[in-house]
């Protein structure tokens, strides 16, 4: 741009002084198109210089936006992070938690079984020791009385019901004579285990009575019972200390009073023997074999 101005000036100068000839004029004229060509030249890498200028601007303010949008995305990562990190650690401090009460819901568990295992070890010994003094109390009993006679032991303690049919007459506390043989049985048992106590119970069924000194069914079982315990007692000579009589009227039903068979199986008589534990236990060495 200089050199053009140069020679502009210097064309100029060389009109003023005088005419030129024609070697010196192509000669300047030859300079003239160079520098005018390079002028062009200039001008063009001036303009795209400019231009690659505006861009790299351009650029640098994509590239800055594009930083700032990088920035932003990083920090909202390492919140993403620490949020995570706090569940994880939440997750390992409740995972430990939760393996101690699993730990200990294994030792509940452990400890239940084995408790339930003793548990059926101990029914299993009890079944056992009931079965084995069923066995020695039945069998003295024929056929015909075990029909009317039902022994069963739970927890230690017989519980032997006879049915009022095979013990008195109709409508009446008094004994039969049937009733003595069985009753001599299990008098025998009795006297055989002097340590047992000894409760006979009397039971009747809804069906009201009333007779000459009989007022209700409370009377009627208590002098049932009564009758038993004395017959024990006088005719069989079991220890009066170990007996106790009661009565419990219609109030202990097994069945429905609603039917004939379900008045007669309330009507009964129980006699409950109550062992010592240390002679129940003993039991297991005296019964017989079952059959």
Do not use: H
């Amino acid at each position: 741009m200089k050199n053009f101005s140069l020679l502009v000036v210097f064309a100029s100068a060389l009109v003023l002084t005088g005419c030129v000839s024609k070697k010196q004029y192509a000669e300047l004229q030859s300079s003239y198109n160079k520098l005018n060509a390079s002028y062009e030249d200039l001008s063009g890498r001036y303009g795209q210089a400019c231009i690659d200028l505006a861009k790299s601007g351009e650029k640098v303010s994509s590239l800055d936006a594009l930083l700032e949008t990088e920035r932003s995305r990083n920090e909202e990562l390492k919140k993403s992070l620490s949020a995570a990190q706090r569940s994880l650690d939440k997750s390992l401090q409740q995972n430990t938690q939760g393996s101690v009460n699993i730990s200990k819901l294994v030792d509940e568990i452990n400890a239940s079984n084995k408790f339930i295992k003793q548990l059926v070890e101990a029914k299993t010994k009890s079944d056992s020791l009931n079965q084995a003094l069923t066995n020695k109390l039945t069998r003295s009993l024929s056929r015909d009385e075990l029909s009317d006679v039902d022994v069963q032991v739970l927890k230690g303690v017989v519980y032997i019901s006879l049915a009022d049919n095979m013990l008195y007459k109709s409508g009446s506390y008094e004994i039969n004579d049937r009733a003595g043989e069985t009753l001599a049985k299990i008098a025998k048992i009795i006297t055989d285990y002097r340590d047992y106590d000894v409760l006979v119970e009397g039971n009747t069924d809804d069906v009201p009575i009333s007779r000459t000194n009989i007022r209700n069914n409370w009377d009627l079982s208590a002098l049932r019972a009564s009758s038993v315990v004395q017959a024990l007692q006088n005719t069989y000579g079991v220890d009066p200390k170990r007996l106790t009589c009661g009565g419990r009227g219609q109030y202990n039903p097994i069945a429905p009073n609603t039917t004939e068979i379900g008045r007669q199986r309330n009507r009964r008589t129980q006699i409950i023997i109550t062992p010592k534990l240390d002679e129940f236990l003993d039991l297991i060495d005296q019964a017989p074999a079952e059959q």
